[in-house]
């Protein structure tokens, strides 16, 4: 059974920084492309970051928090990461991590595996 579990969410000020992480079984973690989406109240998904298989050396990271957020993986602790800095209120949302092989950057929302979310919220 395949599972992603999102952890790390919370309030936060703005300006503040959090990591998020996903830990995954069931699947050969080093294999899969793996990413972060995240989706706030009345708005839709929203894609946030993507990383490759492997050594993960290709990411691609939303406009909206490029310079800010960092996708990162782990595959001896099958776990991906969200480094997330300089938070603001606009980043206020349910964050949540999936997982697919194949071509990475090109899916949009179509990945096989989500994990349930976790949420972050940023105020003053």
């Known amino acids: 059974q395949v599972r992603l579990e999102e952890t790390g969410g919370d309030s936060v000020q703005i300006g503040g920084s959090m990591r998020l992480s996903c830990k995954v079984s069931g699947i050969t973690f080093s294999r899969y492309c793996l990413a972060w989406f995240r989706q706030g109240l009345e708005k839709s998904r929203e894609e946030v970051a993507i990383?490759?298989?492997?050594?993960?050396?290709?990411?691609k990271v939303a406009d909206s928090v490029k310079g800010r957020f960092t996708i990162s993986r782990d595959n001896a602790q099958n776990t991906l990461y969200l480094q997330m800095n300089d938070l603001k209120p606009e980043d206020t949302a349910t964050y949540f991590c999936?997982?697919?092989?194949?071509?990475?950057?090109?899916?949009?929302?179509?990945?096989?595996?989500w994990g349930q979310g976790t949420q972050v919220t940023v105020s003053s």
């Open positions: 990383i490759d298989p492997e050594r993960g050396r290709k990411t």
């Open positions: 999936a997982a697919d092989v194949g071509a990475c950057f090109q899916r949009g929302d179509r990945w096989q595996y």
